[in-house]
């Protein structure tokens, strides 16, 4: 059984930065497509960065220059957050094998709150 496992999220004020984790159980990252997503309160849930098979990667408009995603090791993904703003309050979540454009593979989130 696959399981993706976040962390890192927490409570941070305007400017600050943070790292996220996660960490895949009973699955590879290595030559597959992965990617963080996040959800705010009353919002849609949005791609905020991925990496294709090719090892292309993407970022939000809103994000870019700002965040970076990279793989760790063989079953970690990572996603380096600097110069946080309030807007980047959200549910952050790990998503890993796109498959006919759905992700196979969800985490349950990891929670960042940034404050002025």
């Known amino acids: 059984e696959v399981q993706l496992a976040e962390s890192g999220g927490g409570s941070v004020q305007a400017g600050g930065s943070l790292k996220l984790s996660c960490v895949a159980s009973?699955?590879?990252?290595?030559?597959?497509?992965m990617a963080w997503y996040r959800q705010a309160p009353g919002k849609e849930r949005e791609e905020v960065s991925r990496?294709?098979?090719?090892?292309?990667v993407f970022y939000s408009s809103s994000v870019k220059g700002r965040f970076t995603i990279y793989q760790g090791n063989s079953n970690t993904l990572y996603l380096q957050m600097n110069s946080l703003s309030i807007e980047d309050t959200a549910m952050y979540y790990c998503?890993?094998?796109?498959?006919?454009?759905?992700?196979?593979?969800w985490g349950q989130g990891t929670q960042v709150t940034v404050s002025s």
């Open positions: 990496i294709n098979v090719a090892g292309e």
């Open positions: 998503a890993a094998y796109r498959r006919n454009n759905d992700w196979q593979y």
């Open positions: 009973g699955y590879t990252f290595n030559g597959r497509s």
